[in-house]
């Protein structure tokens, strides 16, 4: 459970370069977990066994994960033992989401909106950094991914905003792949422009870093540690702001469009779902 041994299990998975960070990253946590939280001293992956995979199941809901992030953590875990050779016991019955007591999520969103007295709270509590970042999702709707490597793109949606076009997100997206976000009246457009404008200011007094860090995966953890203290977790995890854009921004498009599959279509390719996911959207980012 080493350096070497996380990289030939993310080399061995395959997957996107997105995914490959994620999965070494969300690893080399677990490991961490096992260690130094749980004295669960294991030389490798291949050593793990069914009470193992439930401990960190444990320790995870302790730690008001959501259910979404602990099944992706046990994904990330299952791709290990089968770069072990232990694909049979990855996909063994004693191993299963419900069997591990990680119930099986459903494919309706797993985050809620916050009150907005509750966030405004929560966001004056953040270091400037991070609550530049954290008004970044809030007013563009990007994931917490983008927020953090926006710095790379402020100055260019400041004139894209300024000049009425789309937001060009290419930084942090999922798969790699670029979207477009529609900012649909004056009140968005000025509310997009004043986070951007500020996120811009405090880089500029980090070398150009929004999140200051050496490294990528170093500054998404402390991103995450940040929101984590002053409340943003589990189902009101920094996500929950992403959902609250998209059910502004639809709205908007059903009284501009007239039509609720147009809308939802729309509200899908700001997301960066593509335009036939409307369905999936309204599911997970519109229910109640």
């Known amino acids: 459970m080493n ?9 061995h998975a395959g997957g996107s370069t997105l995914t490959r960070i994620c999965r070494s990253a969300d690893l080399t946590a ?46 990330h875990m299952r791709a290990a033992l089968k770069a072990m050779d232990r694909e049979r016991f990855a996909k063994a019955a004693q191993n299963t989401n419900a069997s591990l007591g990680a119930s099986s999520a459903s494919r309706a969103g797993t985050h809620k909106v916050i009150n907005e007295n509750t966030l405004n709270e929560r966001l004056n509590l953040l270091p400037e950094s991070f ?22 793109s402020l100055k260019s949606w400041e004139k894209q905003i300024q000049s009425g076009r789309p937001v060009m997100v290419l930084h942090g997206t999922k798969g790699g792949r ?31 870093q929004l999140i200051k860090s050496r490294s990528l995966q170093g500054a998404n953890r402390a991103f995450q540690r940040a929101m984590n203290k002053v409340g943003f977790k589990g189902r009101e995890a920094s996500h929950a702001m992403r959902y609250m854009f998209a059910q502004e921004q639809f709205s908007k498009y059903l009284e501009s469009l007239g039509s609720k599959s147009e809308a939802l279509a729309a509200l899908s390719m700001d997301l960066g779902h593509g335009d036939t996911r409307g369905q999936y959207c309204q599911q997970v980012y519109l229910r109640g």
């Open 131 to 152: 609550r530049a970042a954290a008004q970044l999702q809030l007013a563009i709707g990007l994931r917490a991914q983008e927020a953090v490597q926006s710095n790379q």
């Open 30 to 75: 677990t490991v961490k977990d096992l260690r130094q939280t749980l004295n669960i001293q294991l030389k490798s992956f291949a050593g793990i066994k069914t009470q193992h995979l439930k401990s960190l199941v444990s320790l995870w809901q302790e730690q008001g994960k959501s259910e979404r992030t602990i099944h992706n953590k046990l994904s």
């Open 3 to 11: 350096k070497n041994e996380i990289k030939a299990v993310v080399k």
């Open 178 to 208: 670029q979207r477009f976000v529609s900012l649909l009246d004056e009140r968005s457009k000025q509310s997009a422009l004043e986070a951007v404008r500020e996120a811009i200011r405090v880089a500029d007094t980090q070398d150009g």
